[in-house]
């Protein structure tokens, strides 16, 4: 057991019980999303559609797969991990993460994580998204390029955002700095995909550094 641990226990990031970060009935209770799904967004589809219509609007993903709905202890847990510092729900998040991608046979060379802008990272103190990443590339035995992707200037909250504030929001906001990308694959990481804006957007980015393609991936989606 780790010191912290036992000093601390772990507290449930979905229902606060005490024993795990994330404990077997809320991680069971967690909705999988489930096909129909898009296959080029991943966003769930009813019965009668086959695409959701999203290539025009996400030209440089690849691909954007989500382990979870956004809802009930997945959304508790997120929220906690995101703005109340429980930094540990890294693991048992990117762990879902990274079951739904090998069932679905999603592979890469590298992984990158979506970054913050300077200012809310001082606010936070820490991006959840590195953290899901590192914790993703140590279960998926995936690489970090060298370089950093970087959000080239503060960005409004998208939370309450209509699609096209969203899109417009975070049009040219980020940039590769560092080596080209020498078309390797990547999982581009973050913890929520609502519209694949912010996601497309870093694509985009990675893509005039070279790389190849990109896929995008989520803990949890938001259904729109």
């Given at each position: 057991?780790?010191?912290?641990?036992?000093?601390?226990?772990?507290?449930?990031?979905?229902?606060?019980?005490?024993?795990?970060?994330?404990?077997?009935?809320?991680?069971?209770?967690?909705?999988?999303?489930?096909?129909?799904?898009?296959?080029?967004?991943?966003?769930?589809?009813?019965?009668?559609?086959?695409?959701?219509?999203?290539?025009?609007?996400?030209?440089?993903?690849?691909?954007?797969?989500?382990?979870?709905?956004?809802?009930?202890?997945?959304?508790?847990?997120?929220?906690?991990?995101?703005?109340?510092?429980?930094?540990?729900l890294a693991s048992p998040l990117a762990l879902l993460l990274a079951e739904r991608l090998v069932v679905e046979g999603?592979?890469?060379?590298?992984v990158v994580a979506v970054p913050l802008h300077r200012d809310r990272m001082r606010q936070r103190g820490f991006n959840?998204?590195?953290?899901?990443?590192?914790?993703?590339?140590?279960?998926?035995?995936?690489?970090?390029?060298?370089?950093?992707?970087?959000?080239?200037?503060?960005?409004?909250?998208?939370?309450?955002?209509?699609?096209?504030?969203?899109?417009?929001?975070?049009?040219?906001?980020?940039?590769?700095?560092?080596?080209?990308?020498?078309?390797?694959?990547?999982?581009?990481?973050?913890?929520?995909?609502?519209?694949?804006?912010?996601?497309?957007?870093?694509?985009?980015?990675?893509?005039?550094?070279?790389?190849?393609?990109?896929?995008?991936?989520?803990?949890?989606?938001?259904?729109?």
């Amino acid at each position: 057991m780790h010191l912290l641990d036992f000093l601390l226990p772990p507290r449930c990031g979905g229902c606060r019980r005490v024993g795990a970060w994330l404990c077997e009935r809320c991680r069971a209770s967690v909705r999988r999303l489930e096909e129909p799904l898009c296959p080029r967004c991943g966003v769930e589809l009813d019965s009668n559609r086959r695409e959701c219509g999203c290539r025009a609007r996400l030209p440089s993903l690849t691909r954007l797969r989500s382990a979870v709905a956004y809802e009930g202890p997945a959304e508790a847990a997120i929220h906690r991990f995101k703005y109340g510092g429980w930094r540990r729900l890294a693991s048992p998040l990117a762990l879902l993460l990274a079951e739904r991608l090998v069932v679905e046979g999603v592979a890469a060379h590298w992984v990158v994580a979506v970054p913050l802008h300077r200012d809310r990272m001082r606010q936070r103190g820490f991006n959840q998204a590195e953290l899901l990443a590192g914790e993703l590339g140590r279960r998926l035995a995936l690489e970090r390029p060298a370089g950093e992707l970087v959000r080239t200037r503060p960005t409004p909250p998208q939370v309450g955002n209509d699609r096209r504030t969203r899109f417009a929001n975070v049009k040219d906001a980020f940039a590769w700095r560092g080596p080209a990308l020498d078309g390797r694959a990547i999982l581009l990481i973050d913890d929520v995909a609502t519209t694949g804006a912010t996601l497309d957007a870093c694509a985009n980015a990675l893509g005039r550094a070279g790389s190849g393609p990109v896929i995008g991936v989520s803990v949890a989606r938001v259904n729109v």
